[in-house]
DNA sequence: CGAGAATACGAGCAATCGCTCGCGTTTACT
DNA sequence: AGTAAACGCGAGCGATTGCTCGTATTCTCG
């Protein structure tokens, strides 16, 4: 027993440099491009390799295999939009606003996100997914689906929980439906597209937000 | 000149029997059973032939490609949806009926004829299709587009071309978006389902219909 | 410096998929 | 009966794709 006085403990993260680490974000870089471009099935790990300047040899150095990839680049992406909205969305008073200013201060920033990102909805709004939504597409899934249960808990805090849930998994549905008609549009023709967006949440809050 | 009395013209469709007929028919089931459970691009031509109980060179003998099996299909798909709600559709009179009576009118047998055809979703509701929205799924959806303006039409006569074609455009959406949860929804739990697309719909269409 | 790990390469393997091809069988028509 | 076209088969081709493997280079640290 003697053989290792460490323990070969499961191999959990490999010692990597600093180079290794800046490649590995280069690749989810590529990825997310590669993945905007032809969506998940389509994009090939040789093409993400090339768009990233680097072999697929050197490629699955870093990640074992294209789904490994995906679920990284969707981390990635969960924490950088809580990184970026969490302080616009922690401190709102829900209830002194009225429906159209918090649909303006929660719609607005996910927008702009997706549009700077636009590999994002790529793993978000497709169901290219291996094994339905297990896999890349359910944190970031589960992340927007808590954020909006709890704005909905805001707004009616009398709501029962099943019909919160039902009514977040409604609402970010909707969110995945119109969001590549957005992000898509070309600019001058965008702002119309939010508009229709909220026209559409705003239809089917009105009913919760006033518990009268 | 004397070659040919009778000039090739161009070859647009081919002598068929009724046996070969009936076999397009069969392909077609198995098709649509494949692409319920698969999507479309997952979908093999080998899995269909299997489906329809053939070889895959036989299948070819009917259609010259992948993309013309889900052709037909969707063209197969959009007549019989407009045979079976035309009656339904044409002697609306919709000033007469309130918002929630018409809706009830229009999405029970759109839902009902999904439930019954689980495989027109997979060519409806997909983005797997090649060339975006060229291809097979575009007949179904400019058929849905157009009731549903007609619909519009009749709703608020003085509403703008242009504005009332977007409606239609994110009505569509809407519907596509929710019609995979209604469809794949054990069936106890359905009608909750359909509540929620009715929600989204006349909270959407609320504002448009009274012309106020 | 020297050893071992990390990084890097890119040809190519194994599996998949849309589709073909050669050939045999059945049907329709004269 | 005889002919041509329609029907039918299934092995397998050509292309693609996720991923591997042998090998070479660079970095870290004692």
Request: charge should be negative; hydrophobic fraction near 45%.
């Amino acid at each position: 027993m003697t053989e290792e006085h460490r323990v070969t403990e499961e191999p959990r993260t490999r010692r990597r440099q600093a180079r290794g680490e800046r490649r590995m974000a280069d690749i989810l870089d590529a990825a997310a491009k590669v993945f905007a471009q032809l969506g998940y099935e389509k994009a090939t790990t040789n093409a993400i390799a090339a768009a990233a300047g680097i072999s697929p040899g050197s490629l699955y150095q870093f990640f074992p295999n294209k789904e490994a990839i995906a679920q990284a680049l969707a981390d990635r992406f969960v924490a950088e939009m809580g990184g970026t909205h969490r302080t616009a969305f922690e401190n709102l008073d829900f209830a002194a606003l009225d429906l159209d200013e918090l649909l303006d201060r929660v719609v607005d920033p996910i927008v702009a996100f997706n549009v700077a990102n636009p590999g994002f909805k790529a793993l978000f709004a497709r169901p290219d997914m291996p094994a339905g939504l297990t896999g890349a597409a359910q944190p970031i899934q589960s992340a927007l689906l808590g954020r909006v249960a709890a704005i909905l808990a805001a707004l009616d805090p009398e709501l029962p929980d099943e019909d919160r849930d039902r009514a977040a998994r409604v609402l970010v549905r909707i969110f995945q439906a119109m969001l590549p008609a957005v992000v898509d549009a070309p600019e001058p023709e965008r702002p119309a597209e939010v508009r229709e967006l909220k026209k559409v949440l705003r239809g089917y809050l009105a009913p919760i937000a006033r518990e009268d």
